[in-house]
């Protein structure tokens, strides 16, 4: 006798310790199945009221004044990220800057921190953004870019970074949650092979951070860095956060010497003097409304726990490879994401995914498309229901049966 | 007969053309003279509601559709931005990161189109990031930084910079409005020299933006950056807007090669191949709240008029020195800013500055503190009224005639 499904998801939402974090966030389109909230997630309640606070009251009526409490506001967010959702130490996480700007400040540091190596190593299913700040920082020393080539279904493995890595390899980046596929990557494994050739490490948590444990202090991390917008739901373009590990911030130095670096800011004396702590990885005047949309967005995860968090998105992940196992292979799919090992989205691959992914908008249903033939799926452990993922898969198997998704154009023109 | 300035400043007000526009803005604190505009701006009303939309509808409801939106905000903003408040063409302009990152943007990429030139040229009047991203992009080229000794109670001269260029001078950086006298340097002058010379101009606009005309097109300048949160009136660390003149644009490369410089953005293609325009200079994913916030504040000074804007905050600064000389040159005062060509502040040497700032927001007059003895007085054209620089200035006498400034500890805690 077949599973019932529904019936398994009902029960399994039932048995779900994070079911009640459904009820902090706004949900004001009960029919919407929403399978993107690891490239944008969704708005928490708490953000809502305290975004309000923050103009109304902070902005309108404090005004400058408001900076005795904001310029506190980088800190506060980096000690609570290090210490509930990445697993680091008060004072070696800080918020400011885009993805793409810590990654180039990072990088930077850490290749000048060995000199004489000319390599920089990462992978072709690393992140666009990750490349191609990876590649000019490559291009502006004459070092080279070794990129390995990935199975983007399965992602990087730690023996292909072995075999590349040699004393000429002075930094490893690499992404820990596949943004193609969600593999997670053997962050320990791969970072004590780079430290053993003498290279630093430098981790993009995007896909990771709010969806799985992030071991930086047992591993030995480096350096990371990672966006707050989706798991753990900032908004959009909230600023990201950067991790450098306490025994090596005095001895890095990153290329842009901006004022919020600086040691004793408010003197304003005439040379640069980086301060003596994660502060120095600053730039200039950070965003406060982000700030506080971080805040409140890391504090939901902290208050969830990454291991339940981590376990939750594992299961939802589970339960939609065994939807697909069922429902969508006779219609051309084909799994494009581990079995196991996996952050909190599953790919899938089909020629038609750009259109089937337009007929799923149409449907209610909100995926991502990435180019050229993978549909994702993220299940953002904090509200998504196993209903919500058994609804979702409901609707894409009447999408292909009906063969509706044919209506539409194969012409890409949307943006995100 | 001494003038009776509260009659005149009544009198300035209701011939002020500018007035209406005082009630744009939320004003809860009716008794709060506010000096401090020039350090953050006050809230729109229109930003309130905006953001209201941009985080309930957009980000709650529309979710990662909201992309189709935000994606176009930071040319909506730049155009505006070239139209009405900068003198500058569609397409010259765009916004995102901050300041001090965009000025080391456009410095490495002016640098690397002077290869041979080995100095970069500013003057230790400059605003404190500007000199120490300035000193760091100079250290990692091995490049001299040449730091013109300026008058700070005058800013930096023509005179001074044509005698410090030469023909290894690359680049020139200097600030159009001085953060600290106000004094407005000459652009066009100084463009000129700078390319006599051979060597490309980079402007921080920080305090002229939405303040006084920048000529941008008829002085032929190169390069720009400004923040929006002062006189633009988009919020505490609101994004920055940077200028490349158009015929520069393909012919210059930043050195942050991030996803949003990219050609062809979400084809995710292997290497970077940067957009034929502006948008190279963009890197990470921009922050949608601020950008929204951006907008109504370029949007309120397009709508005021920068010709007007200017004007008045002249006028409001004359008043203040006239207020000045009558009233507080017996009190020790001196006048740290230039009598005529100023933006939006007038600033004033003391001794006991600090004590005096805090006593000033003891009477609810909130101005800027600047180390060592300079107290900052930021009159916000579109919202400042004659009666308030009356009623500041009065507070202000009475201070120093009770001589109440004295209660206060002469120990600098606070931040900004």
Known sequence: MPVDRLTQAQRLDAEDPLAAFRDE???DEPDLVYFDGNSLGRLPRATRSR????VDQEWGVDLVRGWDRWIGLAREVGDLLAGAVLEASPGEVTLGDSTSVNLYKLAVAACDARPGRRVILTDDDNFPTDRYVLE????????????????????????SVREALDDDVALVSLSHVAYRSGAIADLAGITAAAHAAGALVLWDLCHSAGAVPVPLRSAGVDLAVGCTYKHLNAGPGAPSFLYVRQSLQTSLRQPIWGWFGQQDQFAMGPAYDPAPSVDRFLVGTPPV??????????????????DRIFAKGT????????????WL???GFALASPRSGRGAHVTLH?????????????ASVIPDYRTPDRLRLGFAPLYT???DVYEGFDRLRTIMEAESWRRFSANRSRVT
Chains 1, 2 share one sequence.
């Open 51 to 54: 975004l309000r606070t923050a």
């Open 350 to 362: 089909h020629p038609a995914a750009w259109q089937i992914s337009q007929a799923l908008r149409d």
């Open 315 to 326: 299961a939802l992940g589970d339960f939609a490879v065994d939807l697909y196992d069922e």
């Open 289 to 306: 409304l982000g700030g506080y949309a971080a805040l409140c967005g890391v504090q939901l995860s902290a208050a969830a726990g990454i």
């Open 385 to 387: 229901r196993f209903v």
């Open 136 to 159: 000019g920082v490559a291009a502006a020393r004459s070092m080279t870019l070794r990129v390995l080539p990935s199975d983007p279904d399965i992602g990087v493995t730690l023996a």
């Open 329 to 331: 292979t006779p219609h």
């Open 25 to 27: 966030f706004v949900i």
